[in-house]
């Protein structure tokens, strides 16, 4: 069983606060992403991480950043919520390097920007 | 680019009938593949997966073999339950070792 958590599950927020979104994992891995999902089920990568002090921006463009300053710790921050910001949000983490890693996904914090 | 095509749903199925999802592939050199599944108010999971030509990835009654000359990696099960009832996604990982994911197909069983 993965052992990657995510916090809060549900958020409901008033546009223009900021909001940051936990994503820990407790199995060393080096390389964490971060997914939208939207209404219609597709997954988009907006962030990933392939150790610390290492981020880069996925294939979707998003308004929210990421650090990484520990491995286990993978936060992505909203600096001012918008409507259009409603989404699921999943985190994600994998071994490093290894043909057909396996991504372990964590439950999801689900977003409802007022 | 590296993309994956998956039959659009959603599918809704009867207790014990047979299940087939498809999924094609385009990808340059030799990919690995997965099918990950999502439950209800949860992440995604893996289901199985195939590293190379021909192999079959099976688990909890699920299969699907890597199919390089049809780029292929269908997803079947000869009898589903209503407790199988998730999107099913479909997903490649290549050169890049990052995951591209199909759109995802909703399936429904009902008893």
């Not at chain 1, 939208?36 to 990933?48: A, K, T």
């Not at chain 2, 999971?45 to 909890?60: E, F, P, R, V, Y």
Request: aromatic fraction near 10%; proline fraction near 4%.
């Amino acid at each position: 069983e993965a052992d990657i958590y995510q916090t809060p599950r549900y958020l409901v927020i008033g546009t223009g606060k900021k909001i940051t979104l936990e994503c820990s994992q407790t199995m060393g891995h080096d390389k964490m992403y971060w997914y939208q999902q939207d209404p219609g089920m597709e997954l988009h990568l907006i962030h990933y991480s392939y150790g610390v002090n290492s981020t880069e921006k996925g294939d979707l463009s998003s308004e929210s950043t990421v650090s990484r300053i520990r491995t286990e710790h993978f936060p992505l921050t909203l600096e001012s919520a918008r409507p259009s910001h409603t989404s699921q949000y999943l985190c994600a983490s994998s071994e490093n390097g290894q043909r057909g890693e396996t991504q372990y996904f964590g439950p999801g914090t689900r977003l409802l920007v007022l | 680019g590296d993309s994956v095509t998956q039959m659009e749903g959603p599918v809704t199925l009867s207790e014990e009938a047979f299940l087939t999802i498809n999924c094609t592939y385009t990808a340059t050199g030799y990919p690995s593949l997965f099918w990950y599944v999502q439950y209800p108010g949860e992440g995604l999971q893996l289901l199985l997966k195939a590293t190379k030509a021909d192999d079959k990835g099976s688990n909890k009654g699920f299969e699907a073999t890597y199919r390089k000359e049809t780029t292929s990696f269908h997803l079947e099960k000869g009898s589903v339950q209503v407790s199988d009832s998730a999107v099913y996604f479909c997903a490649l990982s290549g050169s890049a070792r990052q995951l591209t994911f199909g759109s995802g197909t909703q399936l429904t069983v009902l008893p």
